[in-house]
Every structure is written in C-alpha cells, then in structure tokens.
C-alpha cells in the first residue's frame, strides 16, 4: 500500500496500526512523508496521534484480559512473576517506554491487563511517542 497517496491519513493509519501487536514500523513511513516534502509539524501530530491511539487500544485490549490467564500462558512461571513484579514496581512509568520496538506493543498490553492507572500511563505514553517522533523529525531537518 502506498501511504503517501492516501496523504496524512497514510500516515495516521500505518502510525495506529504500527503501535498495536501487528508487525509494522511507523518510522521509516515518516521519514517518506518527510522526503515527500509533508510538514513535519503536521507529520509530528499525526504520526503521534495515531500511534498513541494504538497504544491506547493494546491497553483496552488488556483491560479485557485476566492477569490469571495470562499467567497460565507463561510456560515458565517464573518469567510471569518477574513481569509481575516489575509492572507492579515501576507501574504507569512504563508508559515511557511504550515506543520502544519489540518489547513496546505487549508491554501496553501487559499494563492494561494489570490495570495500572490509566491517566498517568496516557501522559507517559504519549510523552514517549512524541519525543520519538521528534527526535526522527529533528534529525531529518539536520
């Protein structure tokens, strides 16, 4: 699919789409918005807007869950019992790392599943996907 024809909705959807459990990367579709001449400050809240709703839908995909079923997933118990005890311990501020590749579309899931408090977690997720969207944006224009 060619998102650059499809404008700034491209651009929000791949955002959205890359943030929940599919395997997509938003990253290098910014920077062909960015090549294609887009403003990066529309780029900037788009980008972000759709990738800190797909973070917010992995969340609500959590809450439905069961932090008992999931732990019945886990092959090695003690492996559940670490997530456990590190989601528990540094809680909403995990939001941070939401971003991050690999590890940053389950853990959104993990954190609605252990139901951590929702308006801090949306404040750190959100900082985290901006930054990063920024930080691509800044570099570009270097």
Known sequence: MDYIELGYFG?????????TILPLTSEGVL????????????????ASLGNILGGLTNYGIGMFGNPEKLQARFKNPKRFAQLSRSIRKYGYWLGLLSWTPIVGDPLTI???YFRVRFIPFLLLMSVGKI????????LWNQ
Request: with cysteine.
């Open 110 to 112: 993990a954190l609605g």
């Open 11 to 19: 651009l929000f959807l791949i955002s959205f789409l890359a943030a």
């Open 31 to 46: 920077l062909l918005f960015l090549a294609a001449s887009f403003d990066p400050i529309i780029c900037l809240l788009i």
């Open 131 to 138: 930054i990063r969207y920024w930080l691509i944006i800044f």
